[in-house]
């Protein structure tokens, strides 16, 4: 085999470049006698064969056959279709067939049992190393494969003992795998290919495959064109250009700003490269806004995409235990177009309820049970144990059948593609055997979705335009005729250290049998790296810190042999001055809301403001649905129970109060509120000695949760209406009680009633309850360590009368024009949703 070295040319750009591979190629092969149709030219990738046609079309006449060697390989006839138990290249059936055959092996079985996780591991490594070994037999011609075989087997054979004896082992039976397909690989017709003439150019190191068709040319005229650089010695004749951002976003900024740079500078196209695919996301959505064209050659995992989200979302609420933030997010996701699910939303946060079971269509209102039925038959064919793997897959199907069309969702036909939901589209193949034979529990279905929707890649369609970005690996923009190529992540963590082999092989079997070794791979992306250096301009950016450690530069960057220059951004600087805010004032147009509730007076009178967003704006921030449980949620519980309990009293009131709790907590996770219930049960006595003592004296439960409405304010106020909901009623000999359960602070409770003028909440109960005479009001605090304490408010009725009337006067006020002020004090500030609406940060700083 003849070498021609084919090195850097001060002032030569891709195009000429291409046109001195071209017209050496005509040389050469015109001094062999050899016709340029004759030949085949073998490029490392298949962008390299656009710009290589144009330059052999610019010198006329025949081309050679240009392409790569595994294009070659495809285009001479596809390996046959697999047979069951035979490798088929796809990973999840793969894992399958290799759960199958490592099925009754002693030396496997304690793993399988003690380590699930783990066991799922050692399969994916071990279609890992049966794949790579495929590859490594397919590059080897057909004559040898099976001394390469043999010799595979001495070198992999199993220690007896000592440290790696379970990956020896799974290694064994990787080989055995793939010793045992009889299938041809459709490399074997390359290998008996008789062209006039191979030419390769070797660019970016090895290609193990080129290399063996043409040490076995023999009697073929062979040429190797070496166009690697020695990053070490080439001296570019572009402009190198850096920039050190001090974090993520500043890159992304930048990394954009530069792409956006070159294109009015009329360099097109701009090579964008993906060496680090969170930080090409972000510049990706940056450009996308200033509306630039980008072609993505990389894609992005198919797990990524709204289509898997929306799949992923609707089989949590089918399989993973029926958690409520699930449902309500496939019923909310693009799969769920159409769907009016905010009542049943805004429901379930109302009441707590958390979990799929809890939901009963016989209580909830017409329209939102309507809604919650649909979505329960919409999943009821992925209810049930375990099945085949084709069964969930039919499953899923019939599941998604009736909802939105999967196929109009951004990654909508290539899941369909990846999970095979379609007319059995594996019938005749390997597939078929595999998916039938495969059980799997829900959860274990789940699992299997997720990673191959995460294995699984997705390309976007082109954007409308030619594209004047384009995304691709640092491998790829090797001889492409890029304007500039701008590099975000050229830092030691991303650029240049490269991750081991994966699979079950070292290093070393790995390089013995043909498969790139770690120092191969290495050099790879350096030889790489140094054809950047073809570009006019290539633009440098990398992060000057990883969270809160300093990030050097890539060590490749340091055997640059030129000076780098740096970046200049040509943004116009925005002032940093800061802005002073005044104190915020909501203008509330004269309006009232037509009903107040006890919490909206209080929201008044702590901060108008407040008020204006609670009450006027109607704002709140949504309860999350998955938290843990808190004490808040353990007061809604008791006071579920304690009226379950009153109403439904025997003679028995330890057994009822224990039903009671039971009946409640029915609806709840019993693992999430075992510290709750644990309290409930040190509070049970303590409560029903307190009650015995009251009933003692003739004071006696009349009623709980009692919804009440009053129109307390004269006029012009007179149509506004009063509404809240009592905790409980008391009838005694002295009048009547009103009784607000707390299990929270005693002594913030007394310090409120300490002045009573303070304390709203009872006295808004007390004007809902006529302010007469006779009336009493107090916290009922419940204490599962002290006790139960009553906190009478005295003179309620009194207080309420005083509240209507400051009512009155401030609402006049409100409806007059009146603004309502931001107050920005207390601790009212520290738990308040509306800060941001407000800015207190901002307006208190200035």
């Known amino acids: 085999m003849q070498d021609l070295n084919l090195g850097l040319v001060a002032g030569e750009d891709i195009a000429a470049f291409w046109h001195r591979v071209a017209g050496t190629c005509a040389d050469w092969l015109a001094a062999q006698g050899v016709p340029l149709r004759d030949a085949v030219l073998l490029l490392p990738f298949a962008q390299q064969i656009a710009p290589a046609r144009r330059a052999f079309l610019a010198r006329g006449g025949w081309q050679p056959r240009i392409t790569t060697s595994h294009s070659l390989a495809s285009a001479l006839g596809p390996t046959a279709l697999a047979a069951p138990d035979q490798l088929t290249g796809d990973a999840a059936i793969d894992a399958f067939t290799a759960d199958r055959l490592l099925a009754g092996q002693s030396w496997i079985e304690p793993l399988k049992r003690s380590s699930p996780r783990d066991y799922r591991v050692a399969l994916a490594r071990l279609v890992e190393t049966a794949q790579a070994l495929a590859r490594a037999a397919a590059q080897v011609p057909p004559e040898r494969r099976a001394a390469f075989m043999d010799e595979a087997r001495q070198r992999l054979a199993a220690g007896d003992a000592g440290p790696g004896v379970l990956e020896r082992a799974l290694t064994q039976v990787a080989l055995a795998w793939v010793a045992s397909d009889d299938r041809r690989p459709a490399t074997d017709t390359v290998f008996t290919l008789s062209p006039g003439a191979w030419i390769w150019l070797r660019v970016g190191g090895p290609d193990p495959f080129a290399q063996a068709i043409l040490a076995q040319a023999t009697g073929i005229p062979t040429l190797c064109l070496d166009a690697d650089l020695d990053l070490d010695r080439v001296t570019p004749t572009a402009r190198v250009e850096e920039a050190v951002a001090p974090d993520f ?72 235990g029926g958690a409520v933030d699930d449902w309500l997010a496939w019923m909310k996701s693009a799969l769920g177009t159409g769907w009016d699910v905010q009542a049943l939303e805004a429901r379930c946060r109302r009441f707590g309820w958390r979990q799929a079971a809890q939901l009963d269509v016989a209580t909830l209102p017409p329209a939102v049970g309507a809604v919650w039925q649909r979505a329960r038959r919409q999943l009821e064919p992925l209810s049930g144990g375990s099945r085949s793997l084709a069964g969930w897959l039919i499953a899923l199907g019939q599941a998604l059948s009736g909802l939105g069309s999967l196929v109009d969702v951004a990654g909508g036909e290539a899941l369909l593609e990846a999970l095979w939901i379609s007319r059995n589209p594996w019938a005749g193949s390997a597939h078929e055997a595999a998916l039938a034979q495969t059980r799997l529990r829900p959860d274990e279905f789940l699992a299997w979705v997720d990673e191959t929707l995460e294995a699984a890649q997705f390309e976007p369609a082109e954007e409308a335009g030619a594209a004047e970005v384009v995304i691709t690996p640092l491998a790829r923009a090797m001889l492409r005729p890029f304007g500039a190529i701008v590099l975000p992540g050229a830092d030691a963590a991303t650029l240049g250290p490269v991750n081991p082999q994966a699979g079950l092989l070292s290093d070393a079997d790995a390089a013995a049998l043909g498969l790139p070794s770690l120092a191969e791979r290495r050099e790879a992306e350096a030889l790489g790296f140094a054809q950047l250096l073809r570009a006019p301009v290539l633009t440098l950016l990398r992060c000057e810190f990883a969270g809160a450690e300093p990030l050097p530069p890539s060590p490749l960057l340091q055997r640059l042999t030129c000076a780098l220059t740096p970046w200049v951004d040509e943004r116009q600087p925005r002032s940093a001055e ?109 409560y029903l000695d307190w009650l015995a003592e009251i009933e003692a004296s003739g004071q006696r439960f009349a009623a709980g949760e009692v919804d009440r409405e009053a129109r307390p304010f004269a006029a012009p106020l007179d149509g506004l209406l009063l509404k809240g909901r009592l905790d409980r009623i008391d009838d005694s000999p002295a009048g009547t009680w009103l009784l607000d359960y707390k299990t929270g602070d005693l002594k913030g409770l007394k310090d409120k009633l300490a002045v009573p003028l303070e304390d709203t909440q009872l006295a808004t109960y007390a004007l809902l309850s006529g302010a007469t005479d006779d009336l009493k009001a107090a916290y009922l605090v419940l204490d599962d360590g002290k006790g139960v304490t009553v906190l009478p408010h005295e003179k309620v009725s009194e207080t309420a009368l005083a509240l209507r009337d400051g009512l009155q006067s401030d609402l006049e006020a409100i409806r007059g024009g009146a603004l309502l002020p931001a107050l920005g004090e207390g601790r009212v500030c520290d738990f308040c949703e509306a800060r941001g609406l407000c800015r207190k940060d901002d307006w208190s700083a200035a």
């Open 578 to 686: 800061p802005q002073s805010r005044g104190r915020a004032e909501a203008d509330a147009g004269g309006r009232l809301p037509a009903a107040f509730s006890a919490s909206a007076i209080d929201a008044l009178r702590n901060c108008p403001y407040q008020f204006f967003s609670r009450s006027l704006l109607g704002l709140r921030e949504a309860d999350e649905l998955e938290l843990e449980p808190d004490k808040r949620d353990y007061g809604t519980w008791l006071h579920a129970v304690l009226k379950r309990f009153h109403e439904a009293r025997g003679d028995d009131d330890a057994t009822a109060l224990g039903a009671a709790a039971a009946a409640e907590l029915a609806f709840l996770d019993e693992t999430d509120f075992l510290p709750f219930t644990a309290a409930f049960e040190r509070l049970k006595p303590l």
């Open 249 to 320: 976003e500043t890159l992304a900024a930048q990394a954009a700003t530069a792409v956006i740079q070159h294109l009015n500078a009329g360099r097109r196209p701009v090579a964008l490269l993906a060496q680090d695919r969170v930080a090409i996301r972000r510049v990706r959505a940056l450009l996308a806004r200033q509306g630039v064209p980008v072609h993505d050659e990389t894609g992005w995992t198919l797990a990524t995409t709204p289509a898997a989200a929306a799949v992923m979302a609707l089989l949590r609420a089918a399989l993973a």
